[in-house]
């Protein structure tokens, strides 16, 4: 099973045990469901691909206050994005890593076929949290996570826009208006579209060491991780891309 599941994550080098790391996740998608699948479970055999690394995939903490979505989430070991969990899990031994998709609610917004639109200019706190902990940085591209359902036309400035912005200031999150295909139909319904989603894992990126006595990174040194985070990003995406995204329309853009 693992071997036919496998060609579904692809990395581009080992990581080290005994280290931990954060991974940024891109794109959001409408609901992540690549990330889903190859952090918060074994279905592509992440632990065979990368033995001794225990990755933990985070939401929204507003997630738990759900439900029964709650349950479901607790039971994948997905924990919240907040800053007090981030620091427990990354202290909590060698290999202990966090997934996060770093685009959020405003990505999800711009997630549509054949495009790859990332929020990720002004995303510092990954960054900033990987440099406290001396954890590497690992960009994750994700191709296919914006193929799997399609999203009603909210362009900027159209009226479901700014109600779907305005959600997301006062509540953290927003909604997006989609659609996929039908248990017994291929045109209407919540069944993603049978699409591949290959995730390919990139090379850690080295973060700069706090000199002694210092508690947070620089402005400079801030920029200059994301930049090289960046830079790594664009490449896995250069490479695949013309495997994995034929049918893409543009290419990877960041737009905020």
């Known amino acids: 099973m693992y071997l036919t599941l496998r ?29 889903v ?13 990368f033995p001794g690394i ?10 738990f206050k759900v439900p029964l979505y709650r349950d479901i989430i607790l039971a994948l070991g997905i924990a919240s994005v907040s800053r007090h969990s981030c620091e427990t899990i990354l202290s909590s031994g060698p290999g202990r ?18 495009t790859a639109d990332l929020t990720l200019q002004k995303r510092l706190g990954f960054i900033r949290m990987a440099i406290r902990h001396q ?14 359902f399609q999203q009603v036309d909210n362009s900027n400035e159209t009226l479901l826009w700014k109600i779907q912005k305005g959600v997301q200031r006062l509540m953290g999150f927003t909604i997006p208006l989609f659609h996929g295909r039908g248990i017994f139909n291929y ?3 919540l069944v993603p579209y049978r699409h591949p989603i290959v995730t390919v894992v990139g090379k850690p990126i080295p973060v700069p060491k706090l000199k002694a006595g210092e ?33 893409r329309k543009q290419d990877l853009r960041i737009v905020a």
């Open 7 to 35: 060609k579904w994550i692809k990395k581009e080098v080992d990581l080290d045990p005994s280290k931990n790391y954060i991974f940024g996740y891109h794109p959001h998608g409408i609901i992540s469901l690549g990330a």
């Open 37 to 49: 699948a190859n952090f918060a479970t074994e279905a592509t055999g992440f632990s065979q691909l």
């Open 54 to 63: 225990i990755p933990s995939l985070l939401t929204l903490t507003a997630n």
């Open 97 to 114: 890593s966090i997934v996060i998709v770093v685009g959020g609610a405003s990505e999800s917004l711009r997630a549509r076929p054949g």
């Open 135 to 148: 954890a590497g940085l690992i960009p994750t591209f994700s191709f296919g996570e914006n193929d799997i």
């Open 187 to 189: 045109s209407l319904g």
């Open 215 to 247: 508690t947070e990174p620089t402005e400079e040194q801030l920029l200059s991780t994301q930049a090289l985070y960046i830079e790594e990003l664009k490449c896995i995406y250069d490479k695949y891309k013309d495997v994995y995204a034929k049918d």
